[in-house]
């Protein structure tokens, strides 16, 4: 079965800063990876999401993640917080190959000072 | 062009009563999904359509709880009866196809069981 394990509830960082949310995974064959952001009061969105192809997928507001097998890690990245960042992240995978639903991870609250 | 839309977005009942939640999926996508999240946990499948059919109900978590999808468009999920540990926030999905493909996610109806 496959599973994701996100580190930290909660994440504090200062506007301009370096964002780190950490991600690990656990699947018995090769998975798809996402990574979703909940705005309040709105639903999921998708910021990035790995195939198989680039093991460096880059995503929309300047965030990225990087697919290391060796580490089963997918850890999400962006250079300098933006106030705007504030949200909940969420990392999922996928194995196609045994089922079609995705497995979310707890979630990772981002607070951003200024 | 519209995105997964949800209703209502919040719903407070009290314990045996009933309550219907509703999905419309982005038009034209024949994948729907149904995901749980309780309280700070994980987000958590519940099933999913393909069309009108069930493909996969596997993340039901009883007999309490009723979805359909009538003609392969909207879809409904009946608690009935609600008890204290089905309150969360409920979301829908949808996606055009399957493995990679993106799933849009609605923004959740929050329900409340006293």
């Known amino acids: 079965a496959q599973s994701v394990t996100q580190l930290g509830s909660h994440v504090s960082v200062s506007e301009g800063a370096l964002v780190l949310l950490r991600c690990n995974y656990s699947?018995?064959?090769?998975?798809?990876l996402f990574w979703y952001v909940q705005y309040p009061n709105q639903g999921l969105q998708l910021l990035l999401k790995y195939t198989s192809a680039a093991t460096l997928v880059k995503g929309i507001n300047g965030f990225e993640a990087e697919f290391k097998k060796s580490e089963t890690s997918f850890h999400l990245t962006k250079p300098s917080a933006h106030m705007s960042d504030a949200a909940e992240y969420f990392c999922?995978?996928?194995?196609?190959?045994?089922?079609?639903?995705?497995?979310f991870g707890a979630g990772t609250r981002l607070t951003v000072k200024p | 062009e519209a995105g997964v839309t949800q209703f209502p977005s919040h719903s407070v009942i009290e314990k045996g009563q009933t309550v219907t939640l509703r999905c419309d999926p982005i038009?034209?996508?024949?994948?729907l999904y149904w995901y749980r999240r309780v309280m700070g946990k994980e987000i958590k499948f519940l099933l999913h359509f393909v069309k009108e059919s069930k493909q996969d109900e596997s993340g039901m978590p009883n007999n309490r709880f009723l979805a359909e999808r009538t003609g392969g468009t909207y879809s409904t999920l009946k608690v009935q009866p609600a008890e204290l540990e089905d309150s969360g926030v409920y979301f829908c999905?949808?996606?055009?196809?399957?493995?990679?493909?993106?799933?849009?996610f609605g923004p959740g109806t929050r329900l409340l069981v006293l």
């Open positions: 699947s018995s064959v090769p998975p798809y």
């Open positions: 999905a949808s996606s055009q196809g399957l493995g990679v493909e993106t799933q849009y």
């Open positions: 999922a995978v996928k194995t196609p190959a045994l089922n079609n639903d995705m497995r």
């Open positions: 038009s034209g996508h024949d994948n």
